[in-house]
């Protein structure tokens, strides 16, 4: 893979970065470095580091949800994508929980759910979907990550709904019972690769490794192997399409959710759009796009859209081939 190139921006750029809610500039000999989680298909070299809060972010090239923030003492914050001071926020000002307890009460959460008696064959045998209603599958990407991602199965099930979580699988071990909740209540979980690399800049056998390795962790985490990949950023070229052996799901409507991290905007993006077969791009490591679901999924239970996972909106649509690309599952 290409080494991301350090950019060094002047004090002139600083005002108009930050009003964009970018960081300055890296500092020398720091190594790789990222200001805000990286969009879906952003170029790695378009992010840059946080030095105007004393430390930057390393691994970008490892994507979105990978990367981890290193202060001015050179310390690691073992929780991917957070800063410590995002730890200690309220969750008020964040919406998000905070720190190392949030996450506990996340977790909390998904055993609780998990004690209800529900199986997941009751819950099948309960879920009634008409091929002749209006379907859109909601998917999230680059967790798992408890906080939020119990607070949408909360939303969901209070709905009736399902969604499709494109997991990242060296995160899946850390959010077990968040994983054993998500397979337990029918929720579908794909594959986004096992480190969130960027396969389009990998060989062969590379590209294998992070798809089989993300198979296989997600299967021990939540005991279910997944059929769909979701490919980092939607970057593919020839290399990509021949080794990877799973249909490959794209979506139609991106909320720039990791930009704006404004859960109204979110929901403007997703209503304003929103027809019958879309697939729906969000992501479950940001509290503003957690609130952002317990608005949608409401008013789109309102407007007669039955929320369904990719794989169940498929099987009436024309279904699914490995190796494919799906982009929506139109009438």
Request: charged share 20%.
């Amino acid at each position: 893979m290409n080494q991301t190139k350090k950019k060094i921006i002047r004090p002139t750029a600083l005002a108009f970065l930050l009003a964009l809610g970018l960081s300055a500039a890296m500092p020398a000999g720091a190594g790789t470095a990222y200001a805000q989680p990286v969009q879906e298909g952003q170029p790695a070299g378009e992010a840059s580091g946080d030095t105007a809060q004393g430390g930057y972010w390393m691994n970008l090239e490892e994507g979105p949800g990978v990367a981890q923030w290193v202060d001015e003492n050179g310390q690691v914050t073992e929780e991917p994508g957070v800063k410590p001071e995002e730890e200690s926020q309220p969750a008020a000002e964040t919406g998000e929980p905070a720190g190392e307890e949030a996450a506990e009460g996340g977790e909390a959460a998904g055993e609780e759910a998990a004690e209800t008696g529900e199986t997941a064959g009751e819950e099948a045998a309960g879920r009634v979907i008409d091929p002749a209603r209006p379907m859109v599958a909601l998917t999230f990407d680059d967790g798992p990550y408890a906080p939020v991602g119990n607070q949408i199965m909360d939303c969901l099930a209070e709905y009736g709904g399902k969604a499709t979580f494109f997991v990242v699988g060296n995160r899946c071990a850390s959010y077990g019972e968040e994983m054993r909740r998500m397979a337990a209540e029918g929720h579908e979980i794909g594959n986004h690769t096992y480190e969130h690399r960027y396969l389009d800049k990998l060989g062969a056998a590379d590209i294998q490794y992070q798809i089989n390795k993300g198979n296989e962790a997600i299967a021990a985490a939540s005991g279910v192997s997944p059929t769909l990949v979701r490919l980092p950023g939607g970057r593919k070229n020839d290399t990509v399409m021949a080794n990877v052996p799973m249909p490959m799901i794209m979506w139609t409507i991106d909320t720039l959710d990791w930009k704006t991290k404004n859960a109204q905007n979110t929901v403007d993006t997703v209503l304003n759009q929103v027809r019958d077969g879309d697939i729906v791009l969000m992501h479950e490591l940001y509290g503003a796009s957690g609130q952002a679901a317990l608005q949608l999924i409401p008013e789109l239970t309102r407007r007669g859209y039955q929320l369904v996972t990719v794989s169940e909106m498929a099987q009436y649509r024309g279904g699914l081939q490995p190796g494919q690309i799906y982009y929506s599952f139109r009438p």
